[in-house]
């Protein structure tokens, strides 16, 4: 019969409400660290924000590190989903500047979440294998772009990651919110590409040379 109560409906209700009630702490959590600062999160001040007796915030978060991980995968997912939202450039050259660009303004955006995602900031964290997922398919992601780009030596990985921290950490340090480092990703893709470029250029062999014989 049609109004026959289905005994699986009020688990996933339950687990649904579950779901909501801790992405909604993690958005607080969020906006206290953006107040306080990461390790001034307060778990008092973030179970209030949420109507969240004291004990029951063990159901969502066993301890900080446990809530830090969280905030760390939902981070990573963020920028995960940024990056899958834009349709790629046609040129794969020209797609390099626009990732680099795109993931400086990222960093720029939320100086707190760039803290905790690409910096030690918080003594004794270290990201669960889960909250590592996102990041391991947005590096999967980057490489495939590296890769139609012709960059795909390992030194020459490393050589894009470091531009892209570098200009992060400088526009993050020096000029949140704004352009001045997002600006020179050009530059520096260009820069990296061309040494790649010459890289990859074979030497031609010089003819041989026959000596003359002396009589």
């Not at 306080?36 to 924000?49: E, P, Q, Y």
């Not at 995960?80 to 955006?109: G, Q, T």
């Not at 669960?128 to 490489?143: H, N």
């Not at 772009?145 to 526009?171: C, N, T, W």
Request: glycine residues 4%; hydrophobic residues 40%; contains cysteine.
């Amino acid at each position: 019969p049609a109004n026959e109560k289905d005994p699986a409906a009020a688990p996933d209700r339950r687990g649904q409400r579950h779901m909501a009630k801790r992405a909604r702490i993690i958005d607080n959590a969020w906006s206290l660290a953006r107040r306080d600062g990461l390790a001034g999160i307060s778990l008092r001040d973030l179970a209030d924000s949420v109507d969240l007796r004291q004990p029951s915030r063990y159901a969502y978060f066993e301890s900080k590190l446990d809530l830090y991980d969280a905030m760390f995968e939902d981070g990573q997912r963020q920028l995960l989903d940024r990056c899958r939202a834009r349709e790629p450039l046609a040129d794969p050259r020209e797609e390099l500047v626009a990732v680099v660009e795109d993931l400086v303004r990222f960093s720029s955006e939320d100086v707190v979440r760039h803290q905790l995602l690409f910096q030690r900031t918080i003594a004794g964290f270290e990201p669960s294998d889960s909250a590592m997922e996102p990041a391991r398919q947005f590096v999967d992601l980057m490489t495939e772009r590296l890769h139609a780009a012709g960059v795909d030596g390992p030194a020459d990985v490393d050589v894009f990651s470091a531009i892209v921290s570098g200009l992060a950490h400088q526009q993050v340090a020096n000029d949140p919110g704004g352009e001045r480092w997002v600006h020179l990703a050009r530059r520096v893709v260009e820069a990296l590409i061309a040494d790649v470029d010459r890289r990859s250029v074979r030497p031609t062999k010089k003819p041989a040379t026959t000596r003359r014989v002396k009589k």
